[in-house]
């Protein structure tokens, strides 16, 4: 952003100038000045604009042409997957600002579709068809078949843990995606316990409040991503499992895989709970519907993204009306100091053609 640095300068009258010159010697005939003189000689500053950006705004410009960058090899390296799925480089780019917190330009509907992205780039659609094809038996040799695209490509380096909880979980994806795409039976039995030993894993982790979600210096963005991930481990192993309702942990405790309760974000960034069980089942608030959500790992994980997508909506509707009020505020400063200059000049021409006019009155009397 480009600051103004203004400069004062002394612009005085012909009559000013005259006095100066009067005051430089010693002698008792100095000529004294008047009070409407002094009101006469006005003080301006002579401006000299110069473009200089804070180190914190080059880097800011420096990590958003690097947004750029990263999206568009992204798109360029999957870029099948993506068109499949109508996305552009565009829609990567602001998936990349959110999860570095950087909202400029962001809105609520992004943040929602960033989220959409996020699910589909961990277990697409294409990825529930290939898996589908082999647990229901149908003949889909027309279905294509593409590398799927990774999240931790668009992450940066600085929180390892993250880096490789993101990469071990796509590394799965790509195991399972492989085994039913294109892979042998054996592939498929093989991939579908390397699902269920991730997802034992992460339950061990999250029941000893070790888990990757459990650190509390994560971002919401961030939060929104591990919890995605974390969600969908489960979907994974669901879709290879024929949505098998719960699994025994190597630990001995029961994984509930399953549950009956969506949570969706409205436009507001409020959380909206729905049943989705077949059962004949009544629930007057959400209150009752939280507890079964928080029953199942799947549904603990479904809360955790749905709150911290919540949060960002939330947080980009008061940076959208702060920047709204900032604009108001600076468009005001500009047409005050807009106003001041004509004032200035003004002052200046009228201090001129005042000293002038005395000068020719005088002219005239000695005449």
């Given amino acids: 952003m480009m600051k103004d640095i203004k400069k004062k300068i ?3 009258s012909l009559g000013a ?3 100066v010159s009067g005051l430089t010697g010693c002698n008792s005939n100095t000529k004294q000045v008047s009070s409407e003189e002094k009101s ?3 003080t301006e500053v002579p401006t000299t604009e110069e473009a200089t950006l804070s180190a914190e705004e080059a880097q800011l410009e420096s990590n958003r042409e690097q947004y750029k960058e990263v999206a568009l090899n992204s798109y360029e390296t999957y ?4 068109d499949d799925i109508n996305v552009t480089p565009e ?6 600002k959110i999860l570095n917190e950087d909202f400029e330009g962001i809105t609520p509907d992004d ?5 959409s992205l996020m699910n589909q780039m961990i277990f697409s659609n294409n990825m529930h068809y290939q898996i589908d094809k082999h647990i229901f038996q149908k003949n889909e040799d027309t279905i294509k078949v593409y590398d799927q695209p990774r999240v931790s490509e668009l992450v940066s380096n600085d929180n390892e843990r993250i880096k490789e909880f993101l990469i071990r979980t796509e590394n799965l994806r790509y195991e399972v995606y492989r085994a039913y795409a294109t892979g042998s039976k054996e592939d498929r039995k093989n991939a579908m316990e390397d699902a269920a030993k991730l997802v034992d894993a992460e339950a061990i982790s999250y029941r000893k409040g070790n888990a990757i979600i459990d650190d509390d210096y994560l971002s919401s ?3 929104m991503l591990v919890s995605c991930y974390e969600k969908n481990i489960i979907f994974i192993f669901n879709a290879v499992s024929a949505n098998q309702p719960e699994m025994e942990s190597s630990e001995g405790f029961t994984i509930n895989l399953i549950s009956n309760v969506s949570v969706s974000v409205d436009k507001d960034g409020n959380k909206v709970y729905d049943y989705t069980g077949t059962d004949d089942v009544a629930f007057a608030d959400g209150k009752e519907l939280r507890k079964l959500l928080a029953q199942s790992e799947q549904g603990k994980y479904i809360e955790t993204e749905c709150s911290a997508e919540a949060l960002l909506i939330k947080k980009v509707k008061e940076n959208n009306m702060s920047q709204t009020s900032e604009t108001k505020d600076f468009n005001k400063t500009e047409l005050k100091s807009e106003l001041l200059k004509k ?3 003004l002052s200046m021409v009228e201090a001129a053609m005042n000293n002038q006019n005395e000068e020719s009155k005088s002219y005239s009397y000695r005449a």
């Fill in 10 to 12: 002394v612009t005085t």
């Fill in 17 to 19: 100038m005259a006095l």
């Fill in 40 to 42: 006469n000689i006005t």
């Fill in 79 to 82: 870029q099948e997957f993506y």
């Fill in 91 to 96: 829609d990567i780019e602001k998936l990349v």
């Fill in 111 to 115: 943040i929602k579709s960033s989220d």
């Fill in 221 to 223: 963005s961030k939060t």
């Fill in 343 to 345: 004032k200035q000049v």
